[in-house]
């Protein structure tokens, strides 16, 4: 079993996916006007990056802080374990990449062995393991697509609804994503391949 449902309630998770997630920032062309302009866009799923242990740090901050008896020292502690955003990769349906990348047979077949370093196959879930009790297909991620959202608005278009929140990956799943995209992410590239 590759996912658990997610909760409706408590904390953000690693490898936790969600669907309808709205991501808002300003067009680059209104950037320097005297009003910007803020753009939204929806995606259809979304893979939660950001470490489980600061997740859980930053969850029970904000719960701490939400004591309203709290001394100027402890509020200070809490607040710098407040995460600003959270990372999340763009997942498509697996089938929707495969005809993205479909000009290379060899980068398909690696991508569907979980072989390739830019791209991470994931199972289809049923509905059981899918809090909306539909399920969702195979899913496909391109490590070179990703966007941050600050936590607070995650939490916000949860609780109003809009965005929603579907399985999370297990252990050892959600670590096997971590590493394989973080991987990605610090390599070194190199002016001269070797050649032999």
């Known amino acids: 079993m590759y996912y658990v449902q997610a909760t409706l309630e408590g904390r953000l998770r690693q490898g936790e996916i969600f669907s309808q997630l709205v991501q808002t920032h300003v067009t680059s062309d209104s950037l320097f006007g005297e009003e910007p302009k803020i753009a939204k866009r929806t995606h259809p ?84 393991q899918d809090l909306q009790a539909e399920g969702f297909p195979a899913l496909g991620l391109d490590f070179k697509k990703y966007f941050a959202i600050p936590v607070d608005e995650v939490y916000l278009r949860v609780q109003n609804g809009e965005a929603r929140r579907r399985s999370a990956l297990q252990v050892p799943y959600s670590d096997h994503l971590s590493d394989r995209f973080f991987a990605f992410q610090s390599r070194i590239g190199l002016d001269v391949q070797h050649v032999t």
Do not use: M
Not at 87 to 106: G, N
């Open 45 to 128: 799923y979304a893979v939660l990056l950001t470490q489980d242990c600061d997740l859980e740090q930053d969850w029970f901050a904000r719960q701490d802080l939400k004591d309203e008896g709290l001394n100027k020292e402890k509020k200070e502690r809490l607040l710098a374990r407040l995460l600003g955003s959270v990372l999340f990769a763009e997942a498509t349906t697996a089938q929707d990449l495969k005809d993205r990348i479909d000009f290379d047979k060899r980068v398909v077949e690696r991508f569907e062995q979980n072989k390739d370093e830019r791209y991470q196959l994931l199972s289809p879930a049923p509905k059981e």
